[in-house]
């Protein structure tokens, strides 16, 4: 989703909260029409940045206060002389309040406003006006058929405030959506607008308050922190005369036959993240690979959960469940770390056994489900974790009582007590094994280091993804590995080693 991060608030809010805050602007003295002409030059200012040389204008307009938009969007176009046309898919005689004034100013400008059909030709930029953030149900006829137009006509396409058919406070696409190139969007950011299905719709955003008072804004109740550069939680500088005990021991449990490479990208993260120490518990097959490759980690060759109970006292960090299997092996050691009183990173297997209700897992721990294994601990389908991320992430840190990083397009970090964090950066070329394994060391780094769960989650993640989203540019074929030089580079620029 690119779009200039300085210039897009950090709070997230859902639908009704953002609706909350224009009936307060209203309130406070400010008309609901004024707010809409606001809208429509914010959008008009945005849609002529994005294509300057455009000189004719389809508007697809529904029923509601977004068709309000449209029409005064399409007032503005034809009064700089643009040839304009209003394609109206909810009847203008049923437009109602702000809505209704609009469509009479359009009249006004001579627009040509003509009733939508599927014959009906788009031209120009084609403009989005049929849905807001108010649709809950599967998109209806006739507009699904006119969202279905829009998407196969192959012109630019802006949406006002939201894609039609997006979910504004899940992210997910509600039967189909409107698929935009530029969205421009009001008052308040919509939580749904950054995760889930909507990488797929939004497009270039655009922001804009409409003046809204900063005060009243303030106070008003929000959904989620969006990660940006300006607002991460960070380790604390090193003293001069600092040392390697001083920054934690991560112990890093898994890689069985087969997944050796997952336990070692684990455990080169975490040692290029800033750990003081690193072991790796791993079969004893993969000990003279792993010396080949992390030297600066101590190896032990593991054949039974037996091994490990000396080394659990002298470490502060578990990370377990990279390459773990599921296997009685697997399934032993992972019994032997959740006995262990240490904050813990579990990832991967770690998670299906857990799912499987054969072990317990100790609070205060992160842990890293992609949708699939979210799915497995909530007892539901991935379709229905993907249906709504946001409650799918905090019945998951409620449930195990734990900081839970749900993977994703628009990644989400849950807290037991409501807290919810969104990192909406990346790149399609993440799409590959082994980054979560690279995370999951990351994260564990953080923790040897001091920092609280959900602030180490919250870092980890934004590192990962955008150490992902710089190497991403060179497109496909990203190895997992990339990012761990990527990641300590970016770690330093945001919290340095020396003040």
């Given at each position: 989703?690119?779009?200039?991060?300085?210039?897009?608030?950090?709070?997230?809010?859902?639908?009704?909260?953002?609706?909350?805050?224009?009936?307060?602007?209203?309130?406070?003295?400010?008309?609901?029409?004024?707010?809409?002409?606001?809208?429509?030059?914010?959008?008009?200012?945005?849609?002529?940045?994005?294509?300057?040389?455009?000189?004719?204008?389809?508007?697809?307009?529904?029923?509601?206060?977004?068709?309000?938009?449209?029409?005064?969007?399409?007032?503005?176009?034809?009064?700089?002389?643009?040839?304009?046309?209003?394609?109206?898919?909810?009847?203008?005689?049923?437009?109602?309040?702000?809505?209704?004034?609009?469509?009479?100013?359009?009249?006004?400008?001579?627009?040509?406003?003509?009733?939508?059909?599927?014959?009906?030709?788009?031209?120009?930029?084609?403009?989005?006006?049929?849905?807001?953030?108010?649709?809950?149900?599967?998109?209806?006829?006739?507009?699904?058929?006119?969202?279905?137009?829009?998407?196969?006509?192959?012109?630019?396409?802006?949406?006002?405030?939201?894609?039609?058919?997006?979910?504004?406070?899940?992210?997910?696409?509600?039967?189909?959506?409107?698929?935009?190139?530029?969205?421009?969007?009001?008052?308040?950011?919509?939580?749904?607008?950054?995760?889930?299905?909507?990488?797929?719709?939004?497009?270039?955003?655009?922001?804009?308050?409409?003046?809204?008072?900063?005060?009243?804004?303030?106070?008003?109740?929000?959904?989620?922190?969006?990660?940006?550069?300006?607002?991460?939680?960070?380790?604390?500088?090193?003293?001069?005369?600092?040392?390697?005990?001083?920054?934690?021991?991560?112990?890093?449990?898994?890689?069985?036959?087969?997944?050796?490479?997952?336990?070692?990208?684990?455990?080169?993260s975490a040692l290029r993240s800033g750990a003081g120490m690193v072991s790796v518990a791993t079969r004893s097959e993969h000990v003279p690979a792993a010396l080949a490759r992390v030297p600066e980690a101590m190896v032990l060759g593991t054949s039974s959960a037996n091994q490990l109970m000396g080394l659990l006292q002298k470490v502060?960090?578990?990370?377990?469940?990279?390459?773990?299997?599921?296997?009685?092996?697997?399934?032993?050691?992972?019994?032997?770390?959740?006995?262990?009183?240490?904050?813990?990173?579990?990832?991967?297997?770690?998670?299906?056994?857990?799912?499987?209700?054969?072990?317990?897992?100790?609070?205060?721990?992160?842990?890293?489900?992609?949708?699939?294994?979210?799915?497995?601990?909530?007892?539901?389908?991935?379709?229905?974790?993907?249906?709504?991320?946001?409650?799918?992430?905090?019945?998951?840190?409620?449930?195990?009582?734990?900081?839970?990083?749900?993977?994703?397009?628009?990644?989400?970090?849950?807290?037991?007590?409501?807290?919810?964090?969104?990192?909406?950066?990346?790149?399609?070329?993440?799409?590959?094994?082994?980054?979560?394994?690279?995370?999951?060391?990351?994260?564990?780094?953080?923790?040897?280091?001091?920092?609280?769960?959900?602030?180490?989650?919250?870092?980890?993640?934004?590192?990962?993804?955008?150490?992902?989203?710089?190497?991403?540019?060179?497109?496909?074929?990203?190895?997992?590995?990339?990012?761990?030089?990527?990641?300590?580079?970016?770690?330093?620029?945001?919290?340095?080693?020396?003040?």
């Amino acid at each position: 989703m690119p779009h200039t991060k300085d210039e897009l608030p950090d709070v997230l809010y859902s639908a009704a909260q953002v609706r909350g805050l224009d009936a307060s602007l209203i309130a406070a003295g400010t008309k609901g029409f004024e707010l809409m002409q606001r809208a429509a030059r914010a959008t008009w200012r945005a849609l002529v940045r994005r294509w300057p040389t455009a000189s004719e204008l389809s508007v697809l307009a529904g029923h509601g206060n977004n068709a309000g938009d449209g029409y005064l969007v399409a007032a503005l176009a034809r009064r700089a002389g643009w040839t304009v046309r209003v394609l109206a898919v909810g009847d203008p005689q049923h437009l109602q309040g702000d809505a209704a004034l609009a469509h009479a100013e359009a009249l006004s400008e001579k627009v040509d406003i003509e009733t939508w059909t599927a014959q009906s030709g788009l031209r120009g930029i084609v403009l989005d006006a049929l849905l807001g953030t108010g649709l809950s149900g599967d998109v209806r006829e006739p507009y699904a058929s006119a969202i279905a137009a829009i998407n196969a006509s192959g012109l630019p396409v802006a949406a006002v405030d939201i894609p039609s058919g997006l979910c504004a406070d899940t992210g997910r696409v509600l039967g189909c959506a409107v698929c935009a190139d530029l969205t421009v969007t009001f008052i308040g950011l919509k939580l749904g607008m950054f995760t889930g299905d909507a990488v797929n719709v939004v497009g270039e955003l655009v922001f804009n308050d409409l003046h809204a008072d900063p005060q009243l804004l303030a106070g008003a109740a929000i959904t989620a922190l969006r990660l940006t550069a300006g607002n991460l939680p960070r380790p604390a500088a090193r003293a001069p005369a600092s040392h390697k005990g001083r920054f934690g021991h991560v112990l890093l449990i898994g890689g069985d036959r087969g997944f050796g490479g997952a336990i070692l990208l684990s455990a080169q993260s975490a040692l290029r993240s800033g750990a003081g120490m690193v072991s790796v518990a791993t079969r004893s097959e993969h000990v003279p690979a792993a010396l080949a490759r992390v030297p600066e980690a101590m190896v032990l060759g593991t054949s039974s959960a037996n091994q490990l109970m000396g080394l659990l006292q002298k470490v502060s960090v578990l990370v377990v469940g990279p390459g773990l299997g599921q296997a009685a092996w697997g399934r032993s050691l992972l019994s032997a770390a959740a006995n262990a009183p240490l904050p813990q990173v579990w990832d991967a297997d770690a998670l299906n056994l857990l799912a499987e209700e054969q072990v317990s897992l100790p609070e205060g721990c992160v842990i890293t489900p992609h949708p699939g294994e979210a799915a497995r601990l909530l007892g539901m389908s991935t379709a229905e974790v993907q249906a709504d991320r946001p409650a799918a992430a905090l019945a998951l840190s409620k449930k195990y009582t734990a900081v839970v990083v749900l993977k994703g397009a628009g990644s989400l970090i849950a807290h037991p007590d409501g807290r919810l964090a969104l990192c909406h950066q990346g790149h399609p070329a993440m799409a590959s094994a082994g980054l979560g394994d690279v995370l999951a060391g990351l994260v564990g780094a953080l923790l040897a280091q001091g920092m609280a769960a959900f602030d180490a989650a919250c870092l980890a993640v934004w590192l990962h993804a955008n150490a992902g989203e710089q190497l991403g540019k060179l497109g496909r074929g990203l190895a997992a590995s990339d990012l761990i030089p990527a990641i300590r580079q970016l770690l330093e620029e945001q919290a340095p080693c020396l003040k």
